[in-house]
Each structure stands twice: as structure tokens, then as C-alpha cells.
């Protein structure tokens, strides 16, 4: 289940024993389908709710790998 909070951010919503590479993924989709830049994944299946939510943020690895590839350029 996904949702919109202030058409700002979008939360996914689960209950699975551990959250798996192929939700964040799922969820970076719908991040990139709506050029949206953040989301949160809940995963309510967690002892305490802090340890089951995951902030995804649509470009960082672009943005992380871009930065990198500037600074050995550099050298």
C-alpha cells in the first residue's frame, strides 16, 4: 500500500518479517514515476516502530555517484 502526504511525500506501507532490497526499490519506482524526492517505508512488522521506518530520497545515488565522479576528475 502506497500514500501521499501533501503531495510532497510518499508513504509505503508494510508488515513483512524484514524489509527486503525489492521494496525500497518498488518504492524508489514510485518515487521516480511521480518526480517526487522523498519517501518513507513502514514496515509496522518491527518491534518498535522507529526500527521499521526507511527514508528513500529519489537522485541521491545519481547525486552521491555524480559528486564522486567530480572529485576523481580532479585529481
Not at 3 to 10: A, S
Not at 40 to 59: C, E
Amino acid at each position: 500500500m502506497k500514500t501521499r502526504v501533501e503531495d510532497r511525500v510518499i508513504v509505503g506501507i508494510k508488515s513483512v518479517e524484514a524489509l527486503a532490497a525489492v521494496h525500497r526499490k518498488q518504492l524508489l519506482t514510485y518515487l521516480q514515476l511521480a518526480d517526487k524526492r522523498l519517501g518513507l517505508l513502514i514496515n509496522f512488522n518491527a518491534a518498535l516502530i522507529k526500527d521499521g521506518i526507511s527514508r528513500i530520497v529519489n537522485g541521491l545515488e545519481e547525486e552521491s555517484h555524480a559528486k564522486s565522479q567530480g572529485r576523481q576528475e580532479h585529481h
